[in-house]
């Protein structure tokens, strides 16, 4: 493979310098208004924690375009963020079969948009209303709100990606629908302000990381499918 070749943009590249997830819009644009009528009232103490707090939304929205590995066993992370948890399960309430997972836990420093970690098709999509524990605690993965991604790769692996709410994450985003063909790096959802990703993969894949690693949605790889 020519080293040109190894890596590819899943999306099209962003029209700006610094690309904000369309969800933050209304987020912004109500604390920048906030932020402006406190100006106009003389509040000064008040406009700045506003100026502060609507600089630090549009940072926490933040949507880089990220290159992505063209390796077909790829597996890339869905997340950027911290591996918390990784190791084998037979018990997922997901995949009736023995798997490997691994738990990214997203600080609120962190990008909140969430990729596909290969190429495929979205077999199913769950939600499930839950508690709102803190994301970095294990028990965050059974009883917190979240929502499941299931893909199918074109070799016909399973796999599935499991949005999980955070303390004070109230809104997970998904984009995708049941059906759709996937690419790898693929952008399909967010969760705001503090989260959890689990991806729940085949055993047989030859993992690329380890717990305590940080790692980047799209741009990291987890592992290799064999």
Excluded: W
């Amino acid at each position: 493979m020519n080293k040109s070749d190894k890596f590819s943009l899943p999306d099209p590249q962003s029209e700006t310098a610094f690309p904000v997830a369309r969800p933050g819009y209304p987020v912004i644009f109500a604390s920048a208004f906030a932020t402006g009528v406190f100006a106009l009232l003389g509040l000064t103490v008040l406009a700045l924690i506003g100026l502060a707090a609507t600089f630090f939304i549009c940072y926490f929205f933040r949507d880089p375009d990220r290159v992505v590995s063209n390796n077909i066993s790829a597996v890339v992370s869905p997340a950027d963020g911290k591996i918390v948890a990784l190791d084998k399960t037979a018990d997922s309430p997901f995949i009736k079969e023995t798997c490997i997972k691994i738990s990214i836990f997203m600080s609120v420093f962190n990008v909140h948009v969430n990729r596909i970690p290969s190429k495929g098709k979205i077999k199913k999509i769950d939600y499930y209303p839950g508690k709102f524990f803190s994301a970095n605690l294990d028990k965050a993965s059974k009883e917190n709100e979240h929502n499941v991604v299931f893909l199918e790769t074109e070799e016909g692996e399973k796999m599935c990606i499991v949005q999980i709410a955070g303390l004070i994450a109230r809104r997970i985003i998904c984009k995708v629908q049941e059906g759709d063909s996937v690419v790898r790096g693929q952008r399909f959802g967010m969760i705001c302000f503090g989260s959890r990703v689990d991806i729940y993969m085949p055993i047989n894949t030859k993992l690329d990381v380890n717990i305590g690693d940080k790692v980047k949605a799209g741009a990291s790889v987890l592992g290799y499918l064999t």
